[in-house]
């Protein structure tokens, strides 16, 4: 099902085999898809290759470094992705950070430096991407973040990353509002908890995955794989009217009462 033959799309926030953008990755290269990678300085870059590498594409990898703290990486980054490929398709923006000390205790600690960093990474980093990327997207486009429930509900220890993941959500929706008429759309998935290095920041995970598992309408707790699916369909013309949403991929976790 090559449903992405032809589409350029630029996968952002690969660390390692476990990253959920990895997950996302797999499925659309399946697709079809002709991926485009950057990642987050060159700590990260043999592991990205390595992974890379290992999908066998026809086409030459295209791997640029890209921390997204920095306005000026933003725009080398964009400046050569349009060297390489000239029209972008599609954005999987799979980037978020909290200093770990503010992902436990009480949220009424939270520090004001604490509070900015997170929000910059988490959230104001899609609306920096999608400035710098508009113009590439001449022929339309799909974006796709990554979001979690701490965004809509409290939970224990995600704090700050809570209130960003609010604040991504709503920009979600002002960048669907801003860019629909260049027929780009932008969409987020809320994907249950799954073991990654972002995760293992949150004090207590394993035990939350435990309840999780047990609550949920499934029965489950979801993979990568899941989150991939779900993006390849937001990337596809099969989700063409769907714009500003938040999708959940959580086993049916969220609509459950006690
Ligand atoms: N794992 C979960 O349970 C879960 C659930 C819901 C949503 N999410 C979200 O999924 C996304 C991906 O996280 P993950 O769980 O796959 O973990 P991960 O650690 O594999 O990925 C996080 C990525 O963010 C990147 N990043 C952080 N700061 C950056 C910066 N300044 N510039 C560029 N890149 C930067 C890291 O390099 C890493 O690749 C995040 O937005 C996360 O909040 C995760």
């Not at 659309?28 to 992974?51: D, I, M, P, S, W």
């Not at 590498?53 to 400046?79: H, M, N």
């Not at 759309?185 to 799954?194: D, K, L, M, T, Y």
């Amino acid at each position: 099902m090559n449903i992405l033959q032809g589409k350029n799309i630029l996968i952002m926030g690969v660390a390692n085999k476990r990253s959920i953008a990895w997950g996302i990755a797999q499925s659309l290269h399946a697709a079809g898809a002709r991926l485009l990678f950057t990642y987050q300085g060159e700590r990260l870059k043999k592991n990205v290759e390595e992974l890379v590498a290992s999908l066998q594409a026809d086409d030459e990898p295209i791997l640029i470094s890209c921390d997204v703290t920095s306005d000026e990486d933003i725009e080398q980054a964009f400046r050569q992705i349009k060297e390489r490929v000239g029209v972008l398709h599609g954005i999987a923006h799979c980037i978020a950070f909290a200093p770990t000390e503010e992902l436990e205790g009480r949220f009424s600690a939270t520090s004001r430096s604490g509070f900015a960093i997170a929000h910059d990474i988490s959230a104001y980093s899609l609306v920096a991407v999608m400035r710098a990327a508009e113009g590439l997207m001449a022929e339309g486009g799909s974006v796709v973040t990554l979001t979690y429930l701490g965004g809509e509900r409290v939970m224990p220890n995600y704090n700050v990353m809570g209130i960003a993941k609010a604040a991504l959500e709503s920009c979600v929706r002002y960048l669907a509002a801003d860019m629909g008429k260049s027929s780009i759309r932008v969409n987020a998935i809320s994907a249950g908890p799954i073991r990654t290095l972002a995760a293992k920041g949150i004090r207590n995970f394993n035990e939350m995955t435990k309840h999780v598992a047990d609550k949920a309408a499934l029965g489950r707790m979801i993979d990568q794989s899941e989150v991939g699916d779900t993006a390849l369909f937001l990337f596809s013309h099969l989700s063409r009217g769907i714009t500003g949403e938040v999708i959940h991929v959580d086993a049916g976790y969220s609509i459950m009462g006690n």
